[in-house]
């Protein structure tokens, strides 16, 4: 059996940043995120306090317009609806990032699928599943309420 690849050890990094928003960011879950440009970390970000920046936004803040043409990697898909923030779908495309690398799906019910559907329809490259477990075990009580949270 191979070793993992790169994808494995910059999600592993998405979750060290999501670690340390652990009991912070409820009822949202705790997200975690890293831009890469040539298999270097231009950007991170964890989830904030409800009614803050999402992982996403704050690593493609520090990353700048050097997330043109770059690669997220975040630990839950990314939001697609407004609630306190706007949609993080809405900064990946503004950034120009050119593939996305998630972990796995949020279950709820105005996300579900929607997020990845639209980096999809605005022909973003997706790679779902990379270290699913592990973003599993992080927000497990997120994730077995399933619709208890808002993007907020």
């Known amino acids: 059996m191979s070793a993992p690849g790169p994808d494995h050890a910059f999600m592993r990094e ?56 770059a690669t997220l990697y975040v630990t839950l898909e990314p939001c697609n609806h407004y609630g306190r923030t706007p949609p993080c779908v809405d900064a990946i495309l503004a950034a120009g990032i050119a593939r996305v690398v998630v972990a796995g799906g949020d279950p709820h019910p105005q996300v579900a699928g929607a997020g990845l559907a639209r980096l999809r329809e605005a022909g973003i490259a997706l790679t779902v599943g990379v270290e699913e477990d592990a973003a599993e075990l992080l927000n497990a009580g997120f994730l077995s309420l399933g619709v208890a949270h808002g993007c907020a």
Do not use: F, K, M
Not at 30 to 42: C, F, L, R, T
């Open 14 to 69: 998405a979750l060290a940043q999501a670690e340390t928003g652990i009991y912070r960011t409820w009822p949202n879950p705790s997200v975690g995120a890293v831009v890469v440009v040539d298999g270097q970390i231009i950007g991170r970000g964890t989830t904030a306090r409800p009614g803050g920046p999402h992982a996403e936004v704050t690593a493609l803040a520090q990353a700048g317009a050097r997330a043109r043409g």
